[in-house]
């Protein structure tokens, strides 16, 4: 059986679970409390040393760590339905959507991050909640223009069908609804993320349906 470690609001692990389901593989989940450092755990840590989630053990035994790197696995082991387009400049474009999610919004407003912005450089709430709200804007006013501008968007980021970039976006939109963002100014990034949630795959994913979810 498929394991993956996960905890419900991580959304790098939210992101997993979503092409999971898109995927329609069978898997079981064992919940990484990160909000009580069980990701710190000597056992935790003897299989992913970066103490991060997810990870994902397949039906072989692999662990294997990094949301887009598994989602990738996923995409060859289980090719359909696919979650990346065929043409070459297509691929390149969905993958550029995933980074500037992944690499460009995420990492700055990660729980570690937040957690030594408190605990190491004594910010407060307010100051915390600023600086997490700010790169979200910075990003997503990126990926609205993206969105918008770019040939290839529809009913989702890219065509009509979801993509490995619907599976990076939706998590980024619920940190920034838990967080308080207003996202008004981001139309297509909303339009594109109900469509999604609309989808059973992404609701099954979604961190209140999960089994740690408190």
Known sequence: MTTLYSYYRSSAAYRVRIALHLKGVAHEQVAVNLARGEQHNDAYRAHNPQGLVPMLVTDNGRQLTQSLAIC????????????????????????????????????????RVLQYLVKDLEAG?????????????????ALETMLTREAGSGDFCH???????DVCLVPQVFNAERFACDLSAYPRIMRIADNARALDAFQRAAPGEQPDAV
Do not use: M
């Open 72 to 111: 990738e696995y996923l995409e060859e082991r289980y090719p359909t339905p696919a979650l990346l387009p065929d043409d070459a400049e297509s691929r390149a474009r969905v993958r550029a959507l995933c980074q500037a999610i992944a690499s460009d919004i995420h990492p700055l407003n990660n729980l």
């Open 125 to 141: 709430d307010d100051a915390k909640l600023a600086w997490y709200q700010h790169w979200v804007h910075r990003g997503f006013a």
């Open 159 to 165: 065509g009509d069908t979801p993509s490995l970039a």
